[in-house]
């Protein structure tokens, strides 16, 4: 068994992502985080199109890379976002490193205790119309689910958004007392 | 030919036109404005109706000082104008300019591509805002992050409105499922992709990140020389991708009255300059949103449109 150009891409993909991701938790420039965040992700973007799962690839780059890190940033930009150097973070270091590093090497033996040096096939079809038929025929039922999960996301946050909605009764409550 | 040979050649051809069409989009924006406006616009430059002017505005650009500000973040900086013209070089590869295969690289789920990579602008201009320590260019960076987040929502889904009349995501199959009638049943979807199209490249009227009466140059206040230029040239390719998009989503892209087969790039082409025609028209004609109105146009006006619009296909395609 050799090493093929694609182990090579997937061992260097996946320690980009590692690496950026070690420095969105240790880097004390609050928005670079953010930017590391983009590298990891894009990274895994990849490992995902070297796995010909180019949909996956490519929602991963528009929902997260275009979309989520950006409202991340935009909202450390609105608050807080100092150029250089932020001496006063204060991480709880070696909670993180417990919780983030023993659920890495958990997974990591868990996974490779699975499947150790097998080699499993790339299923036949990873294009957008297998998933589609997949998610629509076989998943359904979670994919609704999950739907039904954002819409009620949704509905908080334009709650939280707008203190009007609730407190609209007891306001005039009071005037009328 | 062997194929690491085709492979290059495709993509230098990608590369001349990045090359090209923004500069040619560029002067003619220089000489149709002008006109619109009673004024002659550029004429020295080149001797003939200043042709070169574009390319004396490069020469100067390399020329000028590169100055990047004392407290700003530089490495974040300088990546940023790179950030912003690389999505759409990519975007550019997939583009189909004709039949058989006429395309530096088909995707079978080119539209998807297309639409994630585009996406990636965005976190070029807030690295560009946020690194200039600089207040205008921050604030033009949040301004420009509310109106891309909001409008990727319409783009997006007249895109999908399309794949779903097309059954495809990739972008030559959606040119050969294309029909003529398709103009009218997918209008509203052109309009709002078009229309979000020209927000996502933050184009006037939705020049509002940029506003160069209240916010200077917004986030690329502090750039100069040849990275302002980086900045200016992706807004350039910028028109091209949105065109060229319209155009092959759907315009129909290399349908034509007559010879499809032999002359499929001449109306892509030709399609692509009429629509960027039209982006530099509106320049001229409309004054710049403001930030409230822009943002209840995309909510209130495309999202709804757009959902219509998808309800609308998916019920004609069902009855067909």
Known sequence: ??????????????????????????????????????????????????????????????????AVVVLLLFAVMLTRAPIGASPDLDR??????????????????????????????????????????????????????????????LIGAIVLSRPDIGAADTETGRREG | MPSWLELLIRVLAVVAAFLTLPLIVGQTEHKVMAHMQGRLGPMYAGAFHGWAQLVADGIKFVQKEDVTPREADRTVFRLAPIVALLPYL?????????????????????????????????????MAAWSSANKYALLGGLR???????????????????????????????VHAWQPWWLLWQFPAMLIFFVSGLAEIRRPPFDMPIAESELVFGYMTEYTGLRFAFFLLAEYVGIVVIAA????????????????????????????????????????????????????????????????????TAAVKLAW
Do not use: N
Not at chain 1, 25 to 30: E, F, M
Not at chain 1, 134 to 149: I, K, N
Not at chain 2, 149 to 158: H, K, M, Q, S, T
């Open chain 1, 1 to 66: 068994m050799g090493i093929e150009p694609v182990d090579v891409l997937l061992a260097g993909l996946g320690a980009i992502a590692l690496g950026a991701g070690v420095l969105v938790v240790s880097t004390r420039h609050i928005v670079r985080a953010g930017l590391w965040l983009v590298v990891a992700l894009g990274a895994t973007a990849g490992l995902y199109l070297v796995l010909s799962a180019e949909l996956v690839a490519w929602v991963q780059v528009l929902l997260y890379v275009g």
């Open chain 2, 90 to 126: 990519l975007v550019l590869l997939v583009i189909p300019l004709g039949p058989h295969g006429l395309v530096a690289q088909p995707l079978d789920i080119g539209l998807f591509f297309v639409l994630s990579v585009v996406g990636i602008g965005v976190v070029s201009v807030l």
């Open chain 1, 92 to 153: 709880p270091r070696w909670a993180g490193l417990l919780v983030g590093g023993g659920a890495g090497v958990g997974l990591a033996a868990l996974l490779i205790d699975a499947y150790r040096w097998s080699r499993v096939p790339l299923p036949p079809g990873t294009g957008a119309t297998e998933i589609g038929t997949e998610v629509f025929r076989t998943w359904v039922l979670p994919f609704e689910v999950l739907s039904v999960l954002l819409l009620a996301a």
């Open chain 2, 245 to 312: 998009l319209t155009t092959v989503l759907f315009l129909g892209g290399w349908r034509g009255p007559f010879a499809d087969d032999q002359l499929g790039w001449l109306w892509t082409l030709m399609k692509v300059f009429a629509v960027s025609f039209v982006i530099i028209w509106l320049r001229v004609s409309y004054p710049r949103l403001r930030e409230d109105q822009l943002q209840r146009l995309c909510w209130l006006v495309l999202v709804p449109l757009a959902l219509a619009q998808l309800l609308v």
């Open chain 2, 144 to 174: 420009a992050a509310a109106q891309l987040l909001g409008y990727e929502l319409p783009f997006v889904l007249a895109a999908a409105s399309v794949a779903m009349a097309a059954g495809t995501l990739s972008l030559s199959g959606i």
